[in-house]
């Protein structure tokens, strides 16, 4: 029965291509709501170096949940972006006010990207091809800028409490924050090495780019992760000094947040870190959000940036 045959491939065929269509659909009205919201402006900002790129915004929390009305939990926010220059901290403002609305205190940490600055951010930016990252201005940049933290909060938002002290990311930001909490562990010849673990209550990373050889695998960001490391001359030898999955175990409780219908970065990647983890001996809480593509994490009108807050709370109390 070939024409049997043919017609039900047929027919699968424009199942698979009406299923993509529709995925694709979904990922676009996601990236544009996430995007849509204006940018909010900080309370106060501060510079943690000389370049216009070093400087933290910091957001007072705009509600009390502490005890008798004390000091609020700090949350660090690392944005994404692929670590290129398109995307900068502008873009995650309402996700920091989301979270000050939320009781926090917040530190919206810009850092040094790759490629030339363009003005369109989200969708527009795409393909532009700017290059990923800066080695090793990137990772100078957040070595510094949670090095100095602690002072500049003191100073500038003293409604926190860096003792109940939480980072979190998305995308590439998801990885630099996996890799901050993880400086104690990098190979003793880093210049960012710290002897002892960040203090740090914990770490939720959303979406990261954890693990780089399986990002290697499924060409995550175009390659990125390459450019961020320089290039593919010194890709391998870099590794151990960028790579969260090496960098294992951190003795902080991390918590990834994942949607199952990211196209950016897969599920995969994530599992492969918390995969890693449990073989290091350490356990890594790992949420899979259903029907959830790669921006409503960072997006204040979709229900899984509440799902975000409410594991942020879990470690920062």
């Known amino acids: 029965m070939p024409d049997d045959a043919a017609a039900r491939a047929a027919a699968e065929a424009r199942a698979a291509a009406e299923a993509r269509a529709a995925a694709e659909a979904r990922a676009a009205a996601e990236e544009e709501s996430a995007f849509s919201h204006p940018a909010v402006d900080p309370d106060a900002a501060a510079r943690y170096g000389d370049d216009p790129d070093q ?84 990772f100078d940049d957040v070595a510094a800028a949670m090095d100095a933290l602690p002072a500049l909060v003191r100073e500038f938002l003293p409604q926190a409490d ?9 995308s590439a930001g998801g990885h630099l924050a996996l890799w901050a909490a993880a400086r104690h562990l990098l190979p003793a010849d880093a ?12 770490v939720v990373a959303l979406a990261p780019i954890a693990d780089f050889t399986v990002a290697d695998k499924l060409d995550v960001c175009d390659g990125a992760f390459r450019q ?23 003795g902080i409780a991390t918590t990834l947040v994942q949607g199952r219908t990211d196209t950016v970065v897969p599920e995969a990647v994530a599992e492969a870190y918390a995969d890693a983890a449990a073989k290091a001996g350490e356990v890594v809480g790992l949420t899979l959000l259903e029907d959830v593509g790669h921006f409503p994490l960072i997006d204040p009108a979709a229900d899984a940036c509440a799902v975000v807050a409410e594991e942020i709370a879990q470690l920062a109390w």
């Open 162 to 170: 860096p003792r109940r002290m939480v980072i979190t990311g998305h």
């Open 191 to 202: 210049a960012w090495r710290i002897d002892r673990p960040a203090p740090l209550r914990g």
């Open 228 to 250: 961020l490391l320089g290039g593919d001359a010194g890709f391998t030898a870099r590794l151990p000094y960028a790579d969260p999955a090496l960098l294992l175990p951190t």
């Open 55 to 138: 400087v933290i915004d910091f957001y007072a929390p705009r509600v009390s949940v502490s005890p008798r009305g004390g000091l609020a939990p700090l949350v660090v926010v690392l944005h994404g972006g692929a670590w290129r220059a398109p995307y900068d901290r502008r873009h995650v403002t309402p996700f920091a006010d989301f979270l000050a609305r939320r009781g926090f205190a917040v530190a919206n940490v810009e850092y040094r990207r790759g490629g030339v600055s363009l003005p369109a951010q989200g969708a527009a930016a795409r393909g532009a091809g700017p290059v990923a990252g800066r080695w090793p201005e990137t």
